[in-house]
């Protein structure tokens, strides 16, 4: 493939959120985002990174996957091929050679995640690719940059995530689920907004709204204590799904 990424990091871990959590995964962190989200814990990745011929790309992620034998699985058939991959940022989005890149890698088989802040278009993605897009809430400072009409290109394998900051921000998920009927659509997982550290504290990020933090710190748990739930991948969910990560 012709053309150039600008690449943060590509690494191969464990897949930590969505319904696919506990899968071996390569995560390609593509650099740059359009917006400063008030709990951001990688603006890192708005400037640091390194421009990348495509194929470059795609040859890290086939030597990351290469120790991954297919069928080694005790004997039984391999649902899907791992490891999984995840594009994500900063927004990966805002590169134009992501969409075809992540094509290219579902061309030979593997399961593509983007991990989207929802600002921008999902209907350049190739419809194998699963998007787990964000609807942002109004303690991120970017409830403004939400791309309402993404909702109708949802497909039954992407998932909404909302990262919630306070009990205003979880009764506006509540409000917006119930309005666009989302757990219809796919599956729907909350975060809460884990308060960043002093060298995570980035000075372009939005301010934080007082209450939500206030609000957090006296009820975060109660939250995640009622809403978690047990994931596997594809399954389909009637209710919200609870983790901790503060990245789009
Ligand atoms: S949380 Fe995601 S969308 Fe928001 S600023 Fe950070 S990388 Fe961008």
Known sequence: MSGTLVVNEIYLSLQGESTWAGLPCV????????????????????TEGKRQPVSEVLSSVRRLAAEFVPGNLGGMVDPIKLPLVEFTGGEPLLQANAAPAMKALCDEGFTVLVETSGAYDLGVLDPRIRAIMDLKAPGSGEAKRNRWENIALLKSTDEVKFVL????????????????????????????????????????????????????????????????????????QSAPTVSRKNTA
């Open 27 to 46: 995560f390609v962190r593509l650099t740059g985002c359009g917006l400063r989200c008030s709990y951001c814990d990688t603006a890192y990745a708005f």
């Open 165 to 236: 900051g306070s009990w205003e921000d979880y009764a506006w998920a509540k409000n917006v689920i119930l309005e666009h009927n989302l757990t219809a659509r796919c599956p729907v997982l909350f975060s809460w907004v884990a308060p960043l550290v002093a060298k995570q504290q980035d000075k372009s990020l939005k301010p934080v709204p007082q209450c939500a933090w206030n609000t957090i710190s006296r009820n975060c748990t109660p939250i995640a204590a009622a809403n978690t739930r047990v994931n596997s991948p594809n399954m389909m």
